[in-house]
């Protein structure tokens, strides 16, 4: 069968459409699959996380969901549990076990192969980092013009849990710093990470 001009015309616009297509997807890989490494931002601080923050996805919360209240946890198996949850992209290893930042046995190499630091990745990736008030992490489960598929978890930002949630967000680690540095430590009284209370305003 005898090929047309218009035929032609159309095939080489396809073909010219298809290279079009093809020189764009070309541009976009290359790179580096892993991260760009984050200069002149901040980061938050990682021992208040895990003693002040970490806790209180795995402790039991009243929960209110359609009128219906009841007791559960943030990383329970149907919400933000790493393995079964449903909840997005928040996730938290609910066996996340503590380290102890003082010792220098855990270099940041091994905490941040630990599943703690996993956690602390995931809640510090639902944060503007200095402002709580713009946070997912704060704004979902108090209802602040977002939908949290969870339901309200708190009352209100004058909820002890939120208090902690807000001055981590709210203090990051010094600029430069990263997110084991022990100017973090003054977040505790005494600035202990290891035994002081966690500070809250």
Same mark, same amino acid.
């Given at each position: 069968?005898?090929?047309?001009?218009?035929?032609?015309?159309?095939?080489?616009?396809?073909?010219?459409?298809?290279?079009?297509?093809?020189?764009?997807?070309?541009?976009?890989?290359?790179?580096?699959?892993?991260?760009?490494?984050?200069?002149?931002?901040?980061?938050?601080?990682?021992?208040?996380?895990?003693?002040?923050?970490?806790?209180?996805?795995?402790?039991?919360?009243?929960?209110?969901?359609?009128?219906?209240?009841?007791?559960?946890?943030?990383?329970?198996?149907?919400?933000?549990?790493?393995?079964?949850?449903?909840?997005?992209?928040?996730?938290?290893?609910?066996?996340?076990?503590?380290?102890?930042?003082?010792?220098?046995?855990?270099?940041?190499?091994?905490?941040?192969? $630990?599943?703690?630091?996993?956690?602390?990745?995931?809640?510090?990736?639902?944060?503007?980092?200095? $402002?709580?008030?713009?946070?997912?992490?704060?704004?979902?489960?108090?209802?602040?013009?977002?939908?949290?598929?969870?339901?309200?978890?708190?009352?209100?930002?004058?909820?002890?849990?939120?208090?902690?949630?807000?001055?981590?967000?709210?203090?990051?680690?010094?600029?430069?710093?990263?997110?084991? $540095?022990?100017?973090?430590?003054?977040?505790?009284?005494?600035?202990?990470?290891?035994?002081?209370?966690?500070?809250?305003?």
């Amino acid at each position: 069968m005898p090929v047309t001009n218009s035929a032609a015309k159309s095939l080489a616009r396809q073909r010219a459409a298809t290279v079009g297509a093809l020189l764009t997807l070309a541009g976009c890989g290359g790179g580096s699959v892993s991260d760009p490494p984050l200069n002149g931002t901040q980061v938050l601080a990682f021992a208040y996380f895990q003693r002040c923050v970490d806790p209180i996805f795995l402790k039991p919360l009243q929960i209110t969901l359609n009128g219906v209240t009841v007791m559960n946890t943030c990383a329970a198996s149907a919400c933000h549990n790493n393995a079964t949850g449903a909840g997005g992209a928040f996730r938290i290893i609910p066996t996340a076990q503590s380290i102890d930042v003082t010792n220098p046995a855990n270099t940041p190499d091994v905490i941040r192969a $630990s599943d703690m630091y996993k956690n602390f990745l995931s809640a510090q990736g639902e944060t503007v980092i200095g $402002s709580p008030g713009q946070s997912l992490l704060l704004r979902k489960p108090l209802l602040e013009g977002i939908f949290h598929g969870g339901g309200q978890i708190f009352v209100n930002s004058q909820d002890a849990n939120v208090k902690l949630m807000q001055y981590w967000i709210g203090n990051p680690a010094p600029q430069g710093q990263d997110e084991f $540095s022990t100017a973090t430590y003054s977040m505790f009284t005494p600035a202990d990470p290891n035994l002081g209370t966690c500070n809250s305003n």
